[in-house]
């Protein structure tokens, strides 16, 4: 199976904007739809965005539609996630993921391969 490695994360101002990455190694990157999800402090971890295999399908949580895009690169092995009009309710450990599965899904227990997360952290 890949292996997952998200970097890219920081501090920044409300309104500012952030770019993770998410590198990938070992199987064939193109045979696994890639999740991104975000955990809070004292909260659970939460559906951010995915995309699938091909990068054809993409799906959002309602509370990042229209601020972050989802993308992807197979021929680099990556994943990315182009956050953009940050909130401080943004402020959470971002964690890339992925599985095999044909189709999309924002389901947390669908995912079983996990990168070990970065920090966002959006000041006001």
């Known amino acids: 199976q890949v292996q997952l490695v998200e970097s890219g994360g920081g501090l920044v101002q409300a309104g500012g904007s952030l770019r993770l990455s998410c590198a990938a190694s070992?199987?064939?990157?193109?045979?696994?739809?890639v999740g991104w999800f975000r955990q809070a402090p004292g909260k659970e971890r939460e559906f951010v965005a995915t995309?699938?295999?091909?990068?054809?399908?993409?799906y959002y949580a309602d509370s990042v539609k229209g601020r972050f895009t989802i993308s992807r690169d197979n021929a680099k092995s990556a994943g990315y996630l182009q956050m953009n009009n940050l909130k401080p309710d943004d402020t959470a450990v971002y964690y890339c993921?992925?599985?095999?599965?044909?189709?999309?899904?924002?389901?947390?227990?669908?995912?079983?391969?996990w990168g070990q997360g970065t920090q966002v952290t959006v000041s006001s």
């Open positions: 993921a992925a599985n095999r599965l044909l189709a999309v899904t924002p389901k947390l227990d669908r995912y079983d391969i």
């Open positions: 070992g199987r064939t990157f193109s045979n696994y739809a």
């Open positions: 995309i699938s295999r091909s990068g054809v399908s993409t």
